[in-house]
């Protein structure tokens, strides 16, 4: 459909292949099998649950929120449910509204990134049609002893950058109608070039900014798992911090870019692989439409 190859893209990106969503298969569905395996994992019921997050841009309809919906398929009775809209960002912006409800004394917060990217993708633009996939990963929040869990989270936003990564149609700017659909407003855009040097400048900041608030130093991070966005911004951000590529987590390559879904695709991934165990400090990092940015650092 567009003038590319595997080799173009591997050179450009490090993406060799992606899931896409099956006809019918609505973010909800994703997100409900990713956060059913989060609850197992955490010996934890859907009753026992006091709220569900869920971090996407890619919801199965405007109204109701796509966490309300997946409430009703994991019996999640007593739970309030609620979407927010953060981009790739969504899942860390997520998971500190999650440690902020546990502070102050909710038990369990499920914190889901779901995405079906290949619904707002336009598949005859090279410049985003070879990057991003569809997932979804989950985690359970809940109190946590000694000086373990999240220990801190960061979030910054520019709305002055929001015209680099963003949807211009299908809200109340541009309603759906012939125009829109005309131009393919309906569709992600992005200016790729503005973008990558925005996201290595801002992903370094905000990791300085976290091991800052804690007097520590890359040495002592076991682990960096930041949004599987591009594997030039990946390695030009380990660079700029002097933090060794094997400290670094990459899936990009099997999955592409799934924007919230990225980070919790690779913490599970991370765990199982034994790459973060009891006790390791694990910084992860995100940047995206907004735009947005964002950090937090979890003693596991």
Known sequence: MVATDDAWIVERTGIRERRIAAPGQA???????????????AG???TDLDLILVATCTGDQPLPSTACLMQTQLGARRAAA?????????????????DAYVKTGSRYVLVVGAEVMS??????????????????????????????????????????????ICVPGGGSTMPPNEKMLAENAQYLKMKGNETYKVAIKTLEEIARETLSAHGLTVNDIDLYVPHQANIRILKAVAERLQLPMEKVFM??????????????????????????KD?????????GAGLTWASALIRW
């Not at 707002?120 to 929040?141: E, Q």
């Not at 006790?279 to 940047?287: H, T």
């Open 119 to 164: 619904a707002i993708t336009d598949w005859t633009d090279r410049s985003t049609c070879i990057l991003f996939g569809d997932g979804a990963g989950a985690a359970v929040v809940g109190p946590a002893e000694g000086n373990r869990g999240i220990l801190s989270t960061h979030l910054r936003s520019d709305g002055g950058l929001g015209e680099l």
């Open 27 to 41: 973010c909800s569905d994703l997100g409900t099998r990713a956060a059913q395996q989060a609850l197992t994992a």
């Open 251 to 276: 899936n990009i390559d099997r999955y592409g870019n799934t924007s919230a879904a990225s980070i919790p695709l690779a913490l599970d991934e991370a765990v199982k692989a034994g790459r973060i």
């Open 44 to 46: 934890v019921e859907p």
């Open 82 to 98: 609620c979407d927010l809209s953060a981009a790739c960002c969504g899942f860390v912006y997520a998971l500190s509204v999650a």
């Open 279 to 287: 006790g390791s400090l694990v910084m992860i990092g995100a940047f």
